[in-house]
């Protein structure tokens, strides 16, 4: 019997094109897009566990390719990154239902995500964070996917048991990761993604067929 879920978030239960943040916001810094992209990988995981602010981030990025970071240009590209995220980031039509679903049913769920800081903002002003018991973001806990650690957070969190835990991720690594430390992890693989055509077995294409899984009358 399942008696708590964790979920990640992009790809999850939401989309974002992050490539219209690059083109607007390169464009603001004044930084051809492709030299913005690769100065930004490099401070994916410093963000990502929250080592650095999203204004230090770009501080970081803005020296990188040489381009002074002034204060308010900094700002700039702030408040504007958080209003393309906002603007940007949708929701899938599966989403609301299936954690509707699982409070409806009793389940403890928890956010699981790797993420910045901006991400709890794009989940309260859809909703989600209050469908939820627990929000483990990725920048607030200083650990990221794979590592079991954000797991086992997620767990004591919810005070759970891994065996009656499933985790549900589109990224076939992190659901790895989740069975390392008893957690029993579905891949989403939406329509449109790889591979095409029916789901590879312990797949699902939405997240209600894994309300199928959960051994919970409704």
Known sequence: MVLACLVDV?????????????????????????????????????????????????????RTCGVKPREELVRELVATDLELL????????????????????????????????????????????????????????????????????ALAALRANPADTVFVDDQPAFCAAAETVGVHGIRIVRDGGPPPGPPPPGTVRSLLDVLDVLDVPA
């Open 10 to 62: 992009y790809d999850t239960l939401l989309t974002c094109d992050f490539r219209v943040q690059d083109r607007v916001l390169s464009d603001l810094a004044g930084i051809p897009c492709d030299t913005w992209r690769e100065a930004l990988s490099h401070t994916h995981v410093a963000s990502g566990v929250g080592q650095v602010t999203r204004a230090e981030m770009y501080e970081i990025v803005l």
């Open 86 to 153: 906002l603007a940007n980031g949708r929701l899938f039509d599966d989403a609301l239902p299936f954690l509707e679903q699982l409070r409806s049913r009793g389940i403890a769920t928890a956010i699981v995500s790797n993420c910045g800081e901006f991400t709890r903002d794009l989940l309260n002003s859809r909703g989600v964070i209050a469908l939820t018991d627990v929000a483990v973001l990725s920048c607030e806990v200083g650990v990221i996917k794979p590592s079991p650690r954000i797991f086992r957070y």
